[in-house]
């Protein structure tokens, strides 16, 4: 049901798995969207399926492991699109690989992408939150920001990393009418999987599914404004991480 308040959402990732369950929900509660992603035409699809349901979408190819250049494009997209009273970091990389043996250039991708380009991200859109004095971010963290994996070093130092900044800009911001939530999911069955940067042999049909972590940060943002769900981990009832 499309609520009768306007809300206006930037969700990074917003081509496949959890950014793309996301919208979709958002969409159908009636929250306006801009949508972040490398891909344009998966973007293009997305935003098609969004639209269905009467919400305005604008889509913004953006490749966020460029960091040096998020915040400016990303302000740029937020004085398109209007003020946002939603921002939901989830874009990321998943990497498996042992500490000993993770070059230089893969750990600092993961961390450029995972923690840094979140970082900028939320520099970009903070100010526009702090004029109106509200305003909800959510950062998509993971089980791999409050627990540790072997083989999952670099990407779990990164995640960490991401816990800490949702809880150090909570502690900052919330005299400024800005509700700050991580949600931390286990494993759940998106393309991450599939991609070369990741080497794992798990049962997929056990884990999450998008849809089921998108309701999540939906009842996040639809909380009233005098509570915030500062961090909530979700796991899937099966038995696997």
């Known amino acids: ?86 921002l939901i970091n989830n874009a990321g990389i998943a990497y498996t690989g042992s500490l000993m043996e993770t070059p230089l250039n893969d750990w600092q991708q993961v961390l450029d992408l995972n923690l840094t380009s979140v970082f900028q991200c939320i520099q970009s859109i903070l100010p526009s939150m702090r004029d109106r004095q509200q305003g909800t971010i959510i950062n ?43 949600i931390c999911p286990g494993s759940v069955n998106t393309p991450l999987w599939d991609t070369e940067s990741v080497q794992a042999d798990f049962d997929r049909s056990a884990m999450l599914t998008p849809e089921v972590v998108a309701q999540v940060i939906l009842q996040a943002v639809l909380l009233p404004k005098q509570a915030v769900m500062e961090e909530l981990t979700l796991m899937p009832n099966a038995g696997v991480f």
């Open 1 to 86: 049901m499309a609520s009768l308040i306007e809300r206006h959402a930037l969700i990074t990732g917003a081509s496949s798995g959890i950014g793309k369950a996301t919208a979709l929900a958002f969409a159908e509660a009636g929250i306006h969207l801009a949508l972040v992603s490398r891909s344009e035409s998966k973007l293009a699809a997305v935003a098609d399926e969004a639209r269905q349901a009467g919400v305005t979408v604008k889509t913004y190819p953006l490749d966020l492991s460029q960091v040096d250049q998020v915040k400016e494009r990303m302000s740029a997209i937020a004085a398109d699109f209007g003020p946002l009273d939603i």
């Open 140 to 182: 998509v963290v993971s089980i791999g920001g409050q627990q540790v994996f072997p083989n999952w070093g670099a990407y779990c130092v990164s995640k960490f990393g991401l816990m800490a900044l949702s809880k150090a800009l909570a502690a900052e911001e919330r005299a400024n009418g800005i509700r700050v939530s991580a």
